[in-house]
């Protein structure tokens, strides 16, 4: 941690000097990318195929796991994790939703987790724009939600965040490794 | 995410067929199955052309993670970055990736979106605070950027209705070359610059808030 947080602050330092004479950002070792709900929603969009609003995205980084042991080692149980890498991992409703009975306004949310070996604690946080969970306040949590972990027989290689529909509702389902967690999420 | 990687399968697989006719594959791109089963590992592949952010103040989350105090977010884009990997990108040939007078939609997979959480001045021209998607129209010596309101979309879906507003900057030259596009806000005197960078080009927009 100690280490990380010096490499942060050298970045930030770096970060800070002027274009003149520093190089444009170069590529992220662990790449951005989106999600939405519905599944796919910006093509379908695109092709005509749906029309109103997205209900869902989430936007977050993709580590790879490149043999390393993830859960219980590279993510520590029982810690805040910013369930990505680089900036925190987002999610944003763009209607009124219910999660675990509780109703959640549209906006976008910070999304974090603890990791523990039988169960995971999903919470949404309304700080966004963080790097990391450095500065993850829990008194701006909106939920906290335990669900179950699940093993997988296959291994995913870069942590996947993504929607999935369900009986009620859709899920967010996050992947890395031999884990799958899904929160469900009802509209 | 794995449509592009199925795409570009599917692609490969259907240009042989089509070497012959001179027309180029239906562009239209294929769906993946929805994931429906439980347990089912998608294995939702990395993007050729990953996704990167850019905010205003810059590295707003790493000034908030180091406490610099309460300053106010002004902008931020998301975009993805394609890499030259040795072609010539603007130009008026064919031979070019993007051709100059043609819109182009700065980026690849979804639209390249960009939010102000305030009210702005683009290169003097008022923009209400909100989300718009971004595009340009290159030509040699300037570039036509384009706010646009069809949020949320692939690729460029042109929806010139939908255009907020369009502003014209010149081409500055980008010596060294740079391989992945890039954008990004730096600091001016008056507010910020956008930038777009790519190849041996450079195009600055002028913000004020």
């Known amino acids: ?187 | 995410m794995t449509i592009k990687i199925k795409f570009l399968i599917l692609a490969a697989a259907v240009v042989p067929f089509l070497s012959c006719n001179q027309s180029k594959p239906n562009p239209e791109i294929r769906l993946q199955p929805s994931v429906t089963k439980e347990g089912v590992n998608p294995y939702v592949a990395i993007d050729k052309s990953p996704m990167d952010m850019s905010y205003f103040p810059k590295d707003f989350p790493i000034l908030r993670m180091n406490g610099a105090g309460e300053t106010d977010l002004i902008a931020r884009v998301i975009y993805s970055r394609p890499q030259r990997k040795g072609r010539s990108i603007f130009g008026n040939s064919e031979k070019n990736l993007v051709q100059y007078g043609k819109e182009w939609r700065m980026g690849a997979n979804e639209a390249t979106e960009i939010e102000f959480f305030k009210n702005v001045k683009i290169s003097g021209h008022p923009l209400s605070k909100g989300r718009y998607i971004l595009y340009c129209i290159p030509t040699e010596k300037s570039w036509t950027i384009v706010f646009n309101a069809n949020l949320f979309t692939w690729g460029l879906h042109m929806d010139p209705q939908k255009d907020v507003l369009r502003v014209t900057e010149p081409v500055i030259e980008q010596l060294p070359p740079v391989e992945e596009l890039t954008i990004f806000f730096e600091p001016s005197a008056t507010g910020a610059s956008l930038y777009i960078v790519w190849d041996t080009v450079k195009v600055k927009v002028p913000i004020n808030f």
């Open chain 1, 1 to 187: 941690m100690k280490r990380l947080a010096i490499l942060f602050l050298v970045m930030a330092l770096s970060a800070t000097s002027g274009f003149g004479q520093s190089k444009p950002p170069s590529i992220d070792k662990s790449p951005l990318d989106f999600s939405y709900f519905p599944e796919n929603y910006p093509l379908l969009k695109t092709q005509d195929r749906i029309s109103g609003p997205p209900i869902a995205r989430v936007i977050y980084s993709r580590p790879e796991k490149n043999n390393r042991v993830i859960f219980g080692d590279l993510v520590n149980y029982g810690k805040v994790w910013r369930l990505g890498a680089n900036e925190n991992t987002e999610i944003e409703f763009f209607q009124n939703v219910k999660i675990n009975n509780t109703k959640i306004n549209k906006g976008r949310y910070s999304l974090f987790a603890i990791p523990e070996k039988e169960k995971w604690t999903i919470i949404l946080n309304q700080v966004t724009d963080l790097w990391g969970a450095f500065r993850y306040d829990s008194t701006k949590d909106i939920i906290r939600v335990a669900v179950p972990v699940e093993k997988t027989e296959s291994i995913t290689e870069p942590l996947s965040i993504f929607f999935q529909k369900m009986d009620s509702g859709f899920g967010l389902i996050i992947m890395w490794d031999n884990i799958r967690v899904s929160l469900p999420i009802s509209l």
